[in-house]
């Protein structure tokens, strides 16, 4: 499967951001699918997953409250929406699915997307 994260932009503190993730190749109606954020000289931090059987979501406590993950079986895509952005969510932000355990982290997952970038200015 590949996948295509799109959304990421420049936006200040207190804004919000809606980034995609298109999936092709075949459904991912069947996978846990994840949103990732690596900033520079950090490494890739969980930031939410969602259920494919239950629409069940997880969220790094960070996140929680601001930011929500759906999916969009019909259109093979997931989303985060992000909301009240802070300086500190500043991150290129990756997609990814199928995994398998907690899904909340990067090994457990087989497929990504490329990053896209969201920065938040104060």
């Known amino acids: 499967v590949q996948l295509q994260a799109s959304g990421g932009g420049l936006v200040q503190t207190g804004g919000s951001l809606k980034l995609s993730c298109a999936a092709s190749?075949?459904?991912?109606?069947?996978?846990?699918m994840g949103w990732f954020r690596q900033a520079p000289g950090k490494e890739r931090e969980f930031v939410a997953a969602?259920?494919?059987?239950?629409?069940?979501?997880k969220y790094t406590d960070s996140v929680k409250g601001r930011f929500t993950i759906s999916r969009d079986n019909a259109k093979n895509t997931v989303y985060l929406q992000m909301n009240s952005l802070k300086p500190e969510d500043t991150a290129a932000y990756y997609c990814?699915?199928?995994?398998?355990?907690?899904?909340?982290?990067?090994?457990?997952?087989?497929?990504w997307g490329q990053g896209t970038q969201v920065t938040v200015s104060s």
């Open positions: 990814a699915a199928d995994s398998t355990g907690t899904a909340s982290r990067p090994y457990e997952y087989h497929y």
């Open positions: 190749g075949r459904t991912i109606s069947r996978d846990n």
């Open positions: 969602i259920d494919p059987w239950n629409g069940s979501t």
